[in-house]
Nanobody, 123 residues
Framework: QVQLVEAGGGLVQAGNSLRLSCAASGRSFSSSAMGWFRQAPEKGREFVAF???????YYADSVKGRFTISRDNAKNTVYLQMNSLKPEDTAVYFC?????????????????WGQGTQVTVSS
């Protein structure tokens, strides 16, 4: 059974940093694309970052230059380093794995999801 488990969320002040992790189990994702999404209260799930199997990355404009996605295939884990956090980054952050197709920005295009971790940025 495939599981994705996020960790590292919390409450931080604006300008500070957090590092999220997403540990996968049940199969290897070393040859799969991985992604991060977020969902603020009463909003839809929003694309944040993407990494393909070869290490290519793509970011939402709102986080470009502040967030960095990375992966450790030996640990079957993907990370999201979040710097210079802003109150508008407050959301539940989800990792996603394995592409179904379509736009990488669409939640529909991903096969597996974690349960999410809360990030709250105070002003």
């Amino acid at each position: 059974q495939v599981q994705l488990v996020e960790a590292g969320g919390g409450l931080v002040q604006a300008g500070n940093s957090l590092r999220l992790s997403c540990a996968a189990s049940g199969r290897s994702f070393s040859s799969s694309a991985m992604g991060w999404f977020r969902q603020a209260p009463e909003k839809g799930r929003e694309f944040v970052a993407f990494m393909d199997w070869a290490g290519g990355t793509y970011y939402a404009d709102s986080v470009k230059g502040r967030f960095t996605i990375s992966r450790d295939n030996a640990k079957n884990t993907v990370y999201l380093q979040m710097n210079s956090l802003k109150p508008e980054d407050t959301a539940v952050y989800f990792c996603a794995a394995d592409r179904r197709g379509g736009s990488i920005r669409s939640p529909i295009g991903w096969h597996y999801w974690g349960q999410g971790t809360q990030v709250t940025v105070s002003s």
